[in-house]
C-alpha cells in the first residue's frame, strides 16, 4: 500500500507560477516510479509528467513541455511538480500517482498508475 497526498493548489492569475507537493508513505519512496495527472471538468484523466527512480528520466506531455518541471527528494518522501507560465487551460485538478511496475515502460497511460492521490485544485484566471 501506497499513500499519497497532494498539496499546494490554489487560484493563480495567468503568468504566475505555482509548486504542487506529494507526500508518499507506506513504500520506499525511492523505488518508486511517480507521475502527475490532471483532469479538467467534462474532460478525461491526462498526462503530465513522469519521472523514474532507475535514473531520475522524467517525461513531459507536450502541453507542458518547457513550462513545468517534475522533481523529487527522496529524502523527505515527496514528488513535486513545479508549473511556470500558467495559462487558463491548465485549470484542473491534478493528482500524483504511483506507477505500476519497477521499469516505465508506459509512463503516459493512466491505467500503469496503481495508486493515486485525492488530488489538488488548480485555477488559473485569465
Same mark, same amino acid.
Given at each position: 500500500? +501506497?499513500?499519497? +497526498?497532494?498539496?499546494?493548489?490554489? /487560484? ?17 519512496? +525511492? /523505488? ?15 498526462? +503530465?509528467?513522469?519521472?523514474?527512480w ?14 513545468f ?37 508506459m ?20
Amino acid at each position: 500500500q +501506497v499513500q499519497l +497526498v497532494e498539496s499546494g493548489g490554489g /487560484l493563480v492569475q495567468a503568468g504566475d507560477s505555482l509548486t504542487l507537493s506529494c507526500a508518499a508513505s507506506g513504500r520506499t519512496f +525511492v /523505488l518508486l516510479n511517480m507521475g502527475w495527472f490532471r483532469q479538467a471538468p467534462g474532460k478525461e484523466r491526462e498526462f +503530465v509528467a513522469a519521472v523514474a527512480w532507475t535514473d531520475d528520466s522524467t517525461y513531459y506531455a507536450d502541453s507542458v513541455k518547457g513550462r513545468f518541471i517534475i522533481s523529487r527528494d527522496n529524502a523527505k518522501n515527496t514528488l513535486y511538480l513545479r508549473m511556470n507560465s500558467l495559462n487558463p487551460e491548465d485549470t484542473a485538478v491534478y493528482y500524483c500517482a504511483k506507477y505500476r511496475g519497477s521499469l516505465m515502460t508506459m509512463p503516459r497511460s493512466p491505467l500503469e498508475y496503481e495508486y493515486w492521490g485525492q488530488g489538488t485544485q488548480v485555477t488559473v484566471s485569465s
